[in-house]
């Protein structure tokens, strides 16, 4: 709220520069409307904070990490990352072709002293470059798959345009958090991040008996999610994963677009 209200004293600090007297009524007229919305969306994501934090307790989240409990290959079934290996999944949103290419990269990163795997993601739309990520993983002991933050950059044409959404786990805060557990039960419901304000994806688990088909093919026993961010309370998707494959389908609830896997290459 104070982030919001201080947006709009500068906002109406620009509207004052303004010398033309219509120009500077207008500049404030919208000021004070992007004021309203932010303040509402400020309602709506202590709301949806708050659901969070009835459902995992009061204390505070300080995942412990141990970083000889970590192993070089991520095997999980649900979620293996094996260098060489390309993901690729092909969608529609809102009338243009998107293309998601998920590649297992064999550079690593160090993080809280645990050797990640470096995984390359990017977006095209109709073919242009919109979205390019360097997101890091690593495996425990026990199977589960970590998150430990991410380096991503949206573009519109030549030009980066945000790095929001960018962290990494033990700078300001920033900690990491389960993007696959090892023996995933329904009603599981965890953090998958942790970078307040900026990355607080969760996910639930909300079934492992989905029969799924993608063009790649059809999967049974599929784990099925729901994921979720505060920072976007309307947001909502269900992603599917299938054993010895990892991803193979995201629906995004509120926009109804879906992106399934149509090809994995392997040895690139």
Not at 105 to 134: A, F, M, Q, S, W
Not at 167 to 190: E, N, R, T, W
Not at 248 to 260: A, F, M, Q, S
Request: proline share 6%; glycine share 10%; charged share 20%.
């Amino acid at each position: 709220m104070a982030g919001a209200k201080s947006d709009y004293a500068l906002a109406l600090g620009k509207c004052a520069n303004l010398a033309d007297p219509a120009a500077q009524k207008a500049c404030q007229a919208q000021a004070k409307a992007d004021l309203a919305d932010a303040l509402g969306g400020c309602k709506d994501q202590l709301g949806a904070r708050q659901m969070i934090c009835d459902r995992l307790g009061p204390a505070p989240y300080q995942p412990v990490i141990v970083p000889t409990n970590f192993v070089a290959t991520i095997n999980n079934p649900l979620y293996p990352l094996i260098p060489g290996t390309t993901f690729i999944y092909v969608g529609i949103l809102e009338g243009a072709v998107e293309s998601n290419v998920v590649a297992v990269t064999p550079n690593t990163k160090v993080i809280l002293g645990v050797t990640c795997v470096e995984v390359r993601d990017t977006v095209y739309v109709d073919g242009v470059l919109t979205e390019d990520t360097l997101d890091w993983f690593a495996q425990d002991k026990d199977g589960n798959v970590w998150y430990f933050g991410e380096n991503t950059h949206e573009r519109v044409g030549n030009e980066i345009t945000t790095i929001e959404g960018s962290f990494k786990s033990g700078v300001d805060g920033a900690l990491p958090g389960i993007i696959m557990k090892a023996s995933p039960a329904v009603g599981d419901f965890y953090r998958q991040e942790f970078d307040l304000a900026n990355a607080e994806d969760l996910a639930e688990i909300v079934s492992l008996t989905n029969t799924v088909t993608v063009p790649y093919g059809t999967f049974t026993n599929c784990l099925k999610t729901l994921e979720t961010t505060p920072l976007e309370p309307d947001a909502r998707e269900n992603k599917y994963y299938a054993s010895g494959v990892g991803p193979i389908l995201t629906i995004d609830l509120v926009g109804g677009e879906t992106l399934p896997l149509v090809q994995i290459l392997t040895g690139q």
